[in-house]
């Protein structure tokens, strides 16, 4: 697929990311990605390998292992493969400014097909793409087992970029759990958390906001209070 959008929204004089080549067909496994991105809003880049680039979507809530938790999925444009390591932050300014981590990465199968070639793999999951159904097995150090990416409307609607909405649901299976993954917030890459990015590479640190002072009502006098009773003086 083109990376024409992807180039197209970004000057690789000011931003870090890499501008990337098409890569060729992948003979080993093929990767995946997890990207937290902390940029106007706070979400996460899911990112599959297929056809020599990473098929991106935008995750607000980011993954989880529990099958009661759809998570929304807006499909965005291919990325380089090269994006899959890329942790730093994108300049003010810039299209996505903000700091990105490596959240999680690995390789990942289609599910049910782990005998079949890289090259056959790709043409299935390809297929299940075009179909609004990808179903997959992640083998990263964060995420587990098996997952699926289904397609809201099928055929559309899509937006002016040629977004569309997903929805990222793990799959049962011995992976799953209720713990909420995303409290995990640390890079596989370099151990290191969003604050830490981003004080090495340029970027804001983003501190919580001090909690607001409760405003306490106040409180009425008794009547007895309010209109004391004036003792006469003795004569």
């Known amino acids: 697929m083109s990376l024409t959008q992807y180039k197209k929204k970004r000057s690789f004089k000011k931003t870090p990311e890499p501008e990337g080549k098409k890569r060729s067909p992948s003979k080993s496994k093929l990767r995946f990605v997890v990207q937290k991105h902390d940029a106007t809003r706070l979400h996460y880049d899911f990112r599959l390998e297929m056809e020599g680039v990473l098929k991106s979507w935008a995750v607000p809530k980011g993954p989880s292992l529990n099958p009661d938790d759809k998570r929304l999925a807006m499909m965005v444009e291919d990325h380089p493969y090269d994006y899959r390591t890329?942790?730093?932050?994108?300049?003010k300014g810039n299209y996505g400014a903000g700091t990105v981590m490596v959240w999680d990465e690995g390789t990942y199968?289609?599910?049910g097909f782990d005998s079949e070639s890289t090259k056959d793999q790709e043409k299935i999951l390809l297929a299940e793409l075009k179909k609004g159904d990808v179903k997959i097995v992640l083998h990263g150090e964060k995420l587990k087992g098996a997952f699926g990416l289904v397609r809201m409307h099928k055929g559309g609607p899509r937006n002016e970029d040629g977004d569309n909405a997903w929805l990222l649901i793990k799959k049962n299976d011995d992976e799953v759990s209720k713990t909420d993954v995303t409290k995990k917030d640390k890079s596989v890459k370099t151990k290191r958390s969003l604050g830490q990015i981003a004080k090495d590479t340029g970027?804001?640190?983003k501190t919580k906001a001090?909690?607001?002072?409760?405003k306490i009502a106040p409180q009425l006098l008794d009547e007895a209070d309010e209109h004391p009773v004036k003792k006469k003086p003795r004569k």
């Not at 890329?86 to 300049?91: L, R």
């Open 109 to 111: 199968e289609a599910l």
């Open 86 to 91: 890329f942790e730093g932050t994108i300049p």
């Open 203 to 205: 970027g804001s640190v």
């Open 210 to 214: 001090p909690a607001k002072k409760q």
